[in-house]
């Protein structure tokens, strides 16, 4: 039986009455992420992110509860009712809305698909049938209203986020409720919002399927549903394409250009505690006669420090292709194709966007820089490279980084000390059979695995950091080793320590984690 089920967005969604006994059938059926990967192999696991169903549908013809479910439900295909039955609680399913019995056959009436948690946890997130096979790259939907599942972007946002222990949260155009669902786990008060009321009734049953607490859900625009209400993290992957209409819920926001975006960055300020962070994936355009990191700058809040890496640029060509075969346009009548791409190229011509870039934001609450009694930390970079997520450790630590330079001048610097990151290696370069290296690299192998070229100084410094010694004692051994005036080093380098701590390779002692539950001292022995 090969019936593909079709999504509807006029049928009513499931409720969640029953969904603990639908985990618990789930959960016995090995229904889970590891469970995914054993069954269909790892070449058919990565053809369902290519939107590829045929090796999963060869790899799930027999008759075992899984291969049931991820037919049912990942591959929306319909059952023998008595296979469905073997699988999962199937009266209290038909009963809540999760299938539907037409025809003589059982059918999903929404996505479920296994997610793991960052601790193990195996989740579900729920969403529009159709639209969580491959995430949302080119589901091809035209329908107004459509919940998207797991894709890129979401995951992306959910490593990058600080997780810490925090009262309240805020996640904004909540969608299927992935975010929401990793706030929930160190939050007490999860709020999730969206324009979208259907999405918020996914959000709902991603919960509950994933057995996490319920989050309040507010209908609205923005920041409208939540008043005056402020919170320790606002996390956002709004509709942040930068399209001529707003035809497509799930990724247009219906402003001009990148205003949605702007809107979203410059209100965060306001609805943050101190010390909270709101994360955000954007785009943003590049315009004629503007430097990019000029027009994300003026986007920052008063009082707020910021941290925004460029992932990725794309010509508006480029840009163009990508969202209109998103939504299918592509596979349709080739003038009409021709036009949306014209519509587009003209709004682009219009404005004069040259490309667009795409990345992350994150805004800090800082109480010093609100009081105006700091300067704000704004760092605007450029880093298409490989990265290791989750990144949230990385994210707070390099604010943490950014008040310890704020408040150590070149006096103090020196007269602190540091340790190596441990995962940072030194590479040698130069020409074969060369007696010395033309310059030296540290390379970081984890987190944003950075690297920058140090000189011997710089090199012998920071391989002699473990914590034990000022960084002004470093630099007078090291002026002895070299015969070089000591005074003269210690006027040159610390402009170098800066860039290695600001760059997470090396690391003050007062950051680091207590050790042998004694806290670490924060200097080294009187000069």
Request: glycine share 10%.
């Amino acid at each position: 039986m090969e019936t593909v089920s079709t999504t509807s967005l006029t049928t009513s969604l499931p409720v969640p009455a029953h969904a603990d006994r639908l985990r618990e059938a789930l959960l016995a059926a090995d229904f889970t992420a590891d469970g995914l990967l054993d069954r269909l192999g790892a070449a058919a696991y990565a053809a369902l992110a290519r939107s590829e169903t045929v090796p999963a549908l060869r790899a799930t013809r027999g008759d075992s509860p899984l291969e049931t479910l991820v037919r049912l439900f990942l591959l929306q295909r319909a059952v023998e009712p008595a296979r469905a039955a073997a699988a999962l609680p199937l009266k209290e399913a038909l009963a809540d809305g999760w299938v539907v019995e037409e025809d003589g056959a059982v059918r999903a009436t929404v996505d479920v698909r296994p997610y793991g948690g960052p601790d193990g946890e195996d989740w579900f997130i729920v969403s529009d049938l159709g639209c969580a096979v491959g995430g949302a790259g080119g589901i091809g939907s035209k329908e107004e209203g459509v919940v998207l599942g797991v894709g890129g972007a979401s995951t992306t946002l959910a490593g990058i986020t600080v997780r810490t222990p925090v009262a309240a949260a805020l996640d904004l155009g909540t969608g299927s409720g992935i975010q929401a669902l990793h706030a929930a786990q160190h939050s007490t008060l999860v709020t999730a919002t969206d324009l979208n009321p259907r999405a918020l009734e996914f959000t709902r049953l991603t919960l509950a399927l994933s057995g996490a607490r319920e989050a309040e859900l507010l209908e609205g625009s923005l920041y409208e549903p939540v008043d005056g209400d402020t919170y320790d993290l606002i996390v956002s992957n709004p509709p942040f394409v930068i399209s001529p209409g707003s035809g497509l819920t799930y990724r247009d926001g219906g402003m001009s250009g990148d205003d949605l975006c702007r809107t979203l960055v410059q209100q965060a300020g306001e609805r943050l505690n101190d010390g909270g962070y709101a994360q955000f994936l954007a785009n943003w355009q590049h315009v004629d006669g503007e430097e990019w990191q000029d027009r994300l700058r003026s986007w920052v809040p008063r009082g707020c420090d910021a941290w925004i890496v460029q992932r990725e640029v794309q010509d508006v060509t480029q840009y163009t292709e990508l969202w209109l075969r998103d939504s299918g346009d592509h596979r349709g009548d080739p003038e009409a194709y021709r036009a949306a791409y014209d519509r587009w190229l003209d709004a682009f011509e219009a404005s004069g966007t040259r490309s667009i870039g795409f990345g992350w934001i994150t805004l800090r609450r800082d109480p010093a820089v609100a009081a105006g009694t700091a300067e704000p930390s704004i760092v605007i970079e450029e880093w298409p490279h490989p990265v290791e997520q989750p990144l949230g450790p990385t994210v707070r630590a390099h604010f943490e980084r950014q008040d310890y330079l704020r408040t150590h001048d070149d006096a103090a610097l020196l007269a602190d000390s540091f340790t190596l990151a441990p995962e940072v290696v030194q590479e040698q370069v130069g020409l074969p059979g060369a007696e010395d290296p033309e310059h030296v690299v540290l390379r970081q192998n984890r987190g944003m695995r950075r690297a920058t070229r140090v000189d011997h100084v710089g090199a012998g410094f920071a391989g002699v950091c473990d914590g034990t010694l000022s960084a002004g004692r470093i630099l007078d051994a090291i002026a002895q080793l070299m015969g070089e005036d000591p005074v003269l080093l210690r006027d040159r380098t610390p402009q170098s320590i800066r860039l290695l701590v600001e760059e997470g390779f090396l690391t003050p002692e007062s950051l680091l984690p207590e050790r042998d539950g004694r806290p670490e001292q924060a200097g080294a022995a009187p000069e």
